[in-house]
């Protein structure tokens, strides 16, 4: 039994750096990857080659450790302050299991007079241990120069950026534990510091955690292929390719307790060419006596070759892979999901059993000099990079605007900004967004919950829908619900001036507007008298102070006193024909035919209500009502873009009606939209699931596609074979295709979700699920049946939310109790 204190090799921690007992200095860098499933074939590449020239940069006599830590955990829920269907989603996915991962880069330089370290050497064997360069300056400055070249070519390529560990995070504090207590006592991020024995006779044992220690240390148990990126069959498809890194597999694919160490050891390159010089020729003088030894010579001969011919750094490596687990009846089950993990790289797993202590003690911090330098082999750094693992999780947002979605593996929720974020980092230069997607691929209900979601951070949102999609949801937050039908017309009141308001131009503007499209044809043109006699009409009518504006009262007002002016003005007719007005607008007069349409008395202060659905499934081919039904609500999106505060997000969303839209003429509002919102801190959003109408319309391709720099797309299977003219249309890459036709493949049979795809303006793409609580799902369905049983619970409970949690406790107890 031996004292810690006595053997630990790291001597003191300070000025952000580790200085080991041998003389050995380290910095150490948290690193932040690129997030898993994102690059391309050629990222892959262009990643791999900036970890090439990082290496070349460090000098000899160093050594570089990568270390890639993932450690089982679980979401825990915040439930302060959180709406009904916000704390459904986070009791839903309260400790829900994912592989967290952090990645430490530690930067070694070895003092000039070191003496490589084997197995029985180790320092866990030796008595006692002194500092011989404790106090020397010079080394520490040279790796700091090297540190500093270091981190800027890998931060230069964009895919990666180091942030340097400072003592408290090295070393910790009396309530946080450092990375070298962490290393030690197999410790998460944030939890309390404590103490465990550690067992190093017969197994590695650290606490209650049974180790074991996976090597790749010798040239025979290499794969014979090895590249930056591996095929991921799973998501994979007959015309795509879907890329992962080459080490993916014993990283975040590989689905337990697990440390993922790399290292790399730069000598001076003359030397080891003399020594492999001096082995070429020793195994040349005794090639006749053995074939092996023939082999060797000529191997040793390719490698000189290479190393001097194509200027090739040559290096020795090493890497393992120490899992763990506290269930000993896992052990085998973490054994056999290690070695599963690096048969898929092609690779010969070797269990560490005698030499697994020493290799362990290596892995600590700053102490990679002392590791055992017979468990190393010979290759190239470009070689040897490719065993780097390059990939990380999913990361969350910091901005307060978002969505919840899901990770693409384990699911763990993730808080998402598809419109501010963007805005600021460059990515994009509007908030506006196209979703695509086929029937039953999910896209309602995505749209649902991203809607509610913005709607929860205060955004002001107006839908145009023609299938019922948004009732549950307009319900539950108590909006403005506009649906036509015989015993329940539409009706609009766009005379109303509400309280507080002003009946500014605009407003004037939109109400003529409307007034022309009911008196004239599309075809027919409005004469400029016509024009100037209705603004004066308009004018006049408000001047007179009307007990209630209506459009009653408005009629009653041009019959009466404004009929009466005309006659007297002698008005001719060809100028102003105000008996062919009136008579067009009869049938909107009490007792015509469309009285009800702009007479309401209710639901009129339409510009501060934040939810307001326009439902027109019933009228988008009438040929009277849809074109008027269509002014009002674009004028009631102008006037909430134009009078609520800039700070005020505004939204919205066309669904299938764009299509009855664009067909009434409404194609320059479409444009003046879609290229004018984002001024009013607004977005536009359109909805579509037919290819053919996305090609066929020039007002979709011009104005929406071109101005929506957010594209949203829901699983295309249905339409691989013609995806090339989507692609080509919305301005696809060869990866994000990849990605796309990589949804829903291989998902999860223990959860129920969709994936959804989301580009940023070809920039950033990613694949997340849309995985909901039982109660968000009640309230987005769009099922026929499951919205009847939704309605008649509330009927039953008087409440929305009683009758959703209801059916959700239904549902729970019929499940446990097939259980």
Same mark, same amino acid.
Request: with cysteine; charged share 25%.
């Given at each position: ?12 921690? !300070?000025?952000?750096?580790? /200085?080991s ?12 990857l ?7 074939? =050629? ?11 990082a ?26 302050? %959180?709406?009904? +269907? ?9 400790e ?10 530690? +930067? ?11 197995t ?18 010079g ?8 540190a ?44 309390t510091? *404590? ?22 240390? &010798? ?18 498809? #007959? ?34 060419i003399?020594?492999? !010089? ?34 090739r ?59 055992p ?34 990770? %693409? ?10 419109? #501010? ?34 709607? !929860? ?30 015993? $329940? ?7 109303? *001036?509400?309280?507080? &308001? ?5 407003? %004037? ?14 075809? =027919? ?38 009929? =009466? ?13 105000? #008996? ?16 009800? /349409? ?7 202060? +339409? /510009? ?6 326009? !439902?027109?499934?019933?009228i988008? &081919? ?12 674009? =004028?009631?999106?102008v ?10 997000r ?33 977005e ?13 319309s ?14 949203? +797309? ?12 989507? $692609? ?36 950033l ?6 995985e909901?609580?039982?109660?968000e ?6 099922e ?13 409970y ?7 949690? *209801? ?5 729970l ?5 097939? /259980?």
């Open positions: 039994m031996k004292n810690a204190a006595q053997i630990f090799p790291i001597y003191k921690v !300070e000025h952000d750096a580790l /200085l007992t041998q003389g050995e200095l380290s910095i150490v860098f948290e690193a932040r690129p997030e898993l499933f994102t690059l391309s074939n =050629e990222e892959y590449m262009a990643f791999h080659q900036t970890w090439v020239k290496i070349k940069l460090l000098p000899k006599h160093s050594i570089l450790h990568k270390q890639d830590r993932f450690v089982e955990d679980k979401y825990t829920a915040e439930f302060a302050q %959180r709406s009904f +269907l916000s704390h459904a989603s986070e009791r839903f996915f309260n829900r299991p994912y592989l967290a991962h952090q990645c430490y880069i530690i +930067l070694t330089k070895r003092p000039s007079h070191h003496r490589a370290v084997d029985a050497a180790s320092s866990l064997l030796r008595k006692r241990l002194t500092p011989p360069q404790a106090t020397e300056s080394p520490f400055n040279e790796l700091l120069d090297s500093g070249q270091f981190k800027k070519v890998l931060e230069d390529s964009g895919l990666v950026t180091l942030r340097r560990l400072a003592d408290d995070e090295l070393a910790g504090t009396a309530s946080t534990p450092g990375i070298l207590e962490r290393y030690c006592f197999l410790l998460n991020e944030g939890d510091p *404590v103490l465990k024995d550690i067992h190093l006779r017969d197994e590695l044992r650290i606490g209650n955690d049974r180790c074991q220690l996976f090597t790749l240390a &010798d040239a025979e148990h290499l794969p014979a292929l090895c590249g930056p990126r591996i095929t991921y069959d799973q998501y994979s498809t #007959d015309r795509t390719k879907f890329s992962t890194g080459f080490t993916s597999p014993v990283g975040a694919l590989l689905n337990c307790n697990h440390i993922y160490n790399q290292y790399i050891f730069i000598e001076d390159s003359a030397e080891t003399k020594k492999l !010089e001096a082995k070429k020729l020793r195994l040349q003088s005794l090639s006749a006596y053995s074939r092996e030894n023939a082999i060797g010579r000529d191997a040793t001969q390719e490698f000189l070759n290479e190393a001097i011919g194509q200027q750094l040559p290096v020795k490596a090493h890497f393992n892979i120490l899992a763990w687990t506290d269930d000993p009846s896992r052990a085998k089950e973490v054994r056999n999901k290690v070695s599963s993990a690096l048969a898929q790289l092609d690779a010969q797993p070797k269990q560490e059993t005698d030499g697994a202590p020493q290799i362990w003690w290596a892995g600590l911090p700053g102490n990679s000099g002392n590791f330098m017979n468990d190393t082999f010979d290759t190239f750094a470009e070689q040897a990079a490719c065993f780097f693992n390059l990939e990380t999780n999913y990361r969350s947002s910091l901005s307060p605007c978002g969505i919840r979605l899901g990770d %693409r593996l384990s699911g763990k929720p993730l808080h998402v900004d598809l419109s #501010d974020e963007p805005m600021k980092k460059g990515i994009t230069t509007n908030r506006n967004k196209f979703i695509l997607g086929p029937s039953g691929s999910g896209k309602s209900f995505f749209t649902n919950h991203l809607l509610r979601s913005y709607y !929860e951070q205060d955004a002001h949102i107006v839908l145009v829908d023609v299938g019922h999609s948004y009732e549950g949801l307009c319900e539950f937050v108590d909006g403005y619900y506009f649906t036509y039908s015989e015993d $329940q017309p539409i009706s609009f009141n766009p005379f109303y *001036v509400s309280d507080g &308001d002003s009946l500014d131009t605009e407003k %004037r503007e939109s109400i003529k507007a409307m007034i022309l499209a009911l008196w004239k044809k599309e075809d =027919e043109g409005v004469l400029r008298s016509e024009y100037i006699a209705i603004s004066d009409a308009l004018f006049q009518y408000y001047e007179s102070a009307p007990e209630f504006a209506c459009f009653d009262s408005f009629y009653e007002f041009l019959q009466g006193p404004f009929y =009466e002016n005309m006659k007297q003005s002698q008005v001719k007719d060809k100028h102003f024909d105000i #008996d062919n007005l009136l008579f067009v607008l009869r049938p909107y007069y009490k007792g015509g035919e469309y009285d009800h /349409l702009l007479n309401a008395t209710e639901n009129l202060d +339409l /510009l501060n209500r934040r939810f307001i659905v326009f !439902e027109l499934d019933n988008k &081919d009438h040929p009277i009502l849809f074109p008027v039904v269509t002014l009002i609500i674009m =004028e009631t999106f006037s909430k873009m134009r009078k609520l505060p800039k700070a005020t505004k939204m919205i969303l066309i669904e299938e009606a764009w299509k009855a839209i664009a067909r009434e003429g409404m194609a320059e509002y479409i444009k003046y939209l879609f290229k004018t919102v984002r001024k009013f801190y607004g536009a959003l359109v909805v579509t699931q037919d290819i053919e109408d996305i090609i066929s020039p007002v979709v391709k011009q104005a929406i596609i071109n101005n929506s720099d957010c594209k949203i +797309l829901l699983d295309q299977r249905k339409y691989q074979n013609d995806f090339p003219k989507i $692609q080509a249309l919305l301005g696809i890459t060869d990866k994000e295709t990849a990605m796309i036709m990589s949804m829903n493949r291989a998902n999860d049979e223990r959860y129920h979700y969709k994936e959804v795809f989301i580009s940023l303006n070809g920039q793409s990613r694949v997340y699920r849309t909901v609580s039982p109660e799902y009640w309230t987005y369905t769009t026929s049946a499951e919205k009847a049983k939704v309605k008649a619970y509330q009927q039953k008087g409440d929305i939310r009683k009758a959703i949690a *209801v059916i959700v406790q239904e549902e107890t019929t499940k446990n109790n097939k /259980l």
